[in-house]
C-alpha cells in the first residue's frame, strides 16, 4: 500500500507540476512622456532575471499601450527604451497563478536633455582622374605632386600619357600609341 501511495503521490506532484507550466499569463500597460502624451514606437524588453535566454520586445502602438502574451508565471522586469527620452527599468514582479493577467501602472518617460550639433563641416574634393565616354579629365588641383611643378611634370604624371627624359610625349590608350 505504502509503494501506491508513494507513487500517487508522485504522479500528482507531476501533474500539478505540468499544469503549472500550462498556465499562460500577461502584462499590458500604457507609456506616456512627462506632459501625458502617448509615445507609439517606444520598444518594450520583457525580461527574466534569472533566465537569460527569456527575452520578449514589443513595439509599443500608436495607442501608446503594449501587451505581452502567452507568458509563464515567474518573475520579470521591464525595460523601455525611446529615442530622446531616458530608458526605463522596472522593479522586478511576479507573475504567479493568483495574478495572472497583471494590468501595470502608467509608465512616463522623461525626456533627456536635449544636445545641440556644433557646426558640421563637409569639404570634398574632385577625383584626380575623370573617364568620360570620348575623353579622360585630369584634375591638376587634386594631384598633390603637380605643386610647384611645370606643365610638362602634370603631363608625365597623367595617365596614358609618357614623356620622354628628351622631352617627347607618347599619348597610349588601350596598349596603343597614338602619337
Excluded at 588641383?141 to 610647384?148: P, V
Excluded at 611643378?149 to 603631363?155: P, T
Aim: with cysteine.
Amino acid at each position: 500500500m505504502k509503494p501506491f501511495c508513494l507513487l500517487l503521490a508522485f504522479v500528482m506532484i507531476h501533474h500539478l507540476a505540468a499544469q503549472a507550466q500550462l498556465i499562460t499569463c500577461r502584462i499590458s500597460g500604457t507609456i506616456t512622456n512627462s506632459q501625458n502624451m502617448l509615445l507609439p514606437g517606444a520598444t518594450v524588453t520583457l525580461l527574466q532575471p534569472r533566465n537569460t535566454a527569456f527575452n520578449k520586445n514589443i513595439v509599443v502602438g500608436e495607442d501608446g499601450r503594449f501587451s505581452f502574451k502567452k507568458l509563464p508565471v515567474g518573475q520579470f522586469v521591464l525595460v523601455i527604451t525611446s529615442v530622446g527620452y531616458k530608458k526605463y527599468s522596472s522593479e522586478p514582479f511576479t507573475i504567479d497563478t493568483n495574478q495572472c493577467n497583471l494590468l501595470l501602472p502608467v509608465v512616463v518617460l522623461q525626456q533627456t536633455t536635449q544636445k545641440t550639433l556644433q557646426e558640421v563641416v563637409v569639404t570634398t574634393s574632385r577625383p584626380l582622374t575623370e573617364q568620360l565616354v570620348d575623353r579622360t579629365i585630369v584634375n591638376v588641383d587634386a594631384m598633390i605632386t603637380a605643386a610647384g611643378g611645370s606643365a610638362l611634370d602634370v603631363l608625365a604624371r597623367s595617365p596614358g600619357v609618357r614623356v620622354q627624359p628628351d622631352g617627347d610625349i607618347s599619348l597610349y590608350q588601350k596598349g596603343e600609341c597614338w602619337y
